[in-house]
């Protein structure tokens, strides 16, 4: 079985201030790992995923993530944040390749 | 193609009544799931299906749901006899072929509130 940690529920960051959003996830078998963001009253929408290869993934609208087999993490990062980024992201692993198992998400407010 | 629809996007019932969602996926895409997002979580897995075949099924879907893909193209998702306990985000997302590589596009959702 697989679970997935979002290890902040609440991020509230300054414009054009970085923000680092944490999931940790547990299986026992090589994974898929995804980030995607929501925001209100919209589907989600992947921002990067991991499938192989380099750890350092690059995703749209400045986002990246790292993949950390060690110490089983994919934190996504980003540099400088804008209002717009203002959303839910939710981590995602898929250890089928198929279906995704989600976290509970982290809601960022950026303010001005 | 404009993605994934999803109708409608609000439904309010009363408990006990039936509902039916539905979901048109990417014409090109052959696989197609439902995920259900309670407030303050992220989507769960409900189910899935390969052209018109339903392959795998949650154990978060009671004997109360139903979804079908006739045709393997759009798929509809009934809940009967519904209860409080139904109210949520119900998301469609389709892809093509199974592998995640491929991309998986979701729809906005239909947002059940059971009262």
């Known amino acids: 079985a697989q679970s997935v940690t979002q290890l902040d529920s609440q991020v509230p960051v300054f414009e054009e201030a970085p923000v680092e959003l944490r999931c940790n996830y547990s299986?026992?078998?090589?994974?898929?790992l995804f980030w995607y963001v929501q925001y209100p009253n919209q589907g989600l929408q992947l921002l990067l995923k991991?499938?192989?290869?380099?750890?350092l993934v690059k995703g749209i609208n400045g986002f990246e993530a790292e993949f950390n087999k060690s110490q089983t993490s994919f934190h996504l990062r980003k540099p400088s944040v804008h209002i717009s980024d203002t959303a839910e992201y939710f981590c995602?692993?898929?250890?089928?390749?198929?279906?995704?198992?989600f976290g509970a998400g982290t809601t960022v407010t950026v303010r001005a | 193609d404009t993605g994934v629809s999803q109708d409608p996007r609000h439904k309010i019932t009363k408990r006990g009544q039936n509902v039916t969602f539905r979901c048109d996926p990417i014409?090109?895409?052959?696989?197609l799931y439902w995920y259900r997002q309670t407030l303050g979580q992220g989507p769960e897995f409900l189910t899935y299906?390969?052209?018109?075949?339903?392959?795998?099924k949650s154990r978060l879907l009671s004997d109360r749901f139903s979804a079908e893909r006739p045709k393997g193209s759009f798929s509809t998702l009934e809940i009967q006899r519904t209860e409080q306990g139904d109210s949520a985000m119900y998301l469609c997302?389709?892809?093509?072929?199974?592998?995640?590589?491929?991309?998986?596009?979701f729809g906005s959702g239909t947002r059940l509130t059971v009262v």
């Open positions: 997302a389709s892809s093509f072929k199974g592998d995640l590589n491929y991309g998986y596009t």
């Open positions: 299986s026992s078998v090589s994974v898929y």
């Open positions: 991991y499938l192989s290869g380099s750890t």
């Open positions: 995602a692993v898929s250890p089928e390749g198929y279906k995704l198992s």
């Open positions: 014409s090109e895409h052959n696989r």
């Open positions: 299906f390969q052209n018109e075949a339903q392959l795998e």
